[in-house]
């Protein structure tokens, strides 16, 4: 074998070897460290000077600390917010530095590897390092959708624990602390974060609003509306959130029949989208030298009239735009608003 390609092998293997240490980090610790350390809370109103960095950082590991003052960087020239922001929604316990780091790595990666596959093709190593660069943000997308799902799942029983806590003459946040204690994840961790920033001075209509921040769903912002009001004008919070429990369950419900109803209507969109880039992938990987034609010129293929681009360029480009609007047409048909 040659000693270029045990090289490539080689940093292929360290590079998966990180980006597992990183996801394997992202779901390490239990709820009780995320709620005791509650740094997200504050991460947008509070830059640590120079005394509060040394705290803040006394007792942590090399490899810690460096992603902690990577973070720091990034927070003072604006970068972190968003970012911070979409980790938190994924629940992923990951710093903004390693978040960036995965992107990169994640791009050698999938680039190396399409390397290995066909070393001949340096234009589909390009491509596996742009689909690399893109794969963490997918993978936080995904999590953020499932979680988000998971929780509008859990919601109207979750109305009905607070709903049972209240008329056993809990107090809100007493109920809130309840529903902690019984409801399954990732409800439990949720309402364990909002009872942890009431406990340590947090108004409470910001512990809620925090919560929204993490889970945007429109039910939930429907109790904090009805549990804020009621807060300020006063009335039955018990029979107003069993009301709100019930149009939820008729909420999910038509949701349901509507997805059913829909369902062969996203998976022909899906499949139509995905069938031209699949093909396109196959047909490189098997006959490379006949995909070849799009992407280089002459002997393979031909030259636009007037420009030193490949016919296949644009076409390809044109392509893949059409999908995407015909993608964007059946969705929005089968996106039915409840």
Known sequence: MPVGLLLVGGVLLVLIIIVVV????????GTEDRLEELNALIDSEWTPGPQDEVQVLAGRSAREIVAQRLDNILARRGIAGNVRAQLR????????????????????????????????QPALSG?????????????????????????????ADILNL??????????????????????????????????????????????????????????????????????EVGGNLAD????????????????????????????????ISALPLALAVFLLFLRPEYMGQLFYGPPQGAMIPGLPIPCGWPIVALGLIMIAIAWGIIKRITDIEV
């Open 89 to 120: 929604k994924a629940d992923l316990k990951l710093t903004v530095a390693e978040y960036m780091i995965l992107h990169l790595v994640s791009a050698a990666l999938f680039g190396l590897l399409a390397f290995i596959l066909r070393p001949a």
């Open 162 to 231: 607070w709903v049972n806590a209240l008329k056993a003459g809990f107090s809100v946040p007493q109920a809130m602390e309840a529903v902690g204690r019984e409801a399954p994840s990732p409800s439990r961790e949720e309402f364990k974060r909002v009872v942890a920033e009431i406990s340590i001075g947090i108004p409470f209509e910001t512990a809620m609003n925090n919560m929204l921040s993490r889970l945007e769903s429109e039910d939930l912002d429907l109790v904090f509306t009805a549990v804020n009001i009621q807060r």
């Open 240 to 271: 107003i959130l069993d009301t709100i429990s019930n149009t939820i369950r008729e909420r999910v419900r038509i949701k349901g029949e509507i997805r059913m109803l829909t369902a062969s209507g996203r998976a022909t969109g899906t499949l």
């Open 127 to 155: 491509l596996g390092a742009i689909l690399g660069l893109f794969a963490p943000r997918i993978l936080v997308s995904l999590k953020q959708r499932s979680r988000l799902k998971a929780f509008e799942g859990q919601l």
């Open 22 to 29: 990183l996801l394997t980090r992202s779901r390490k610790g």
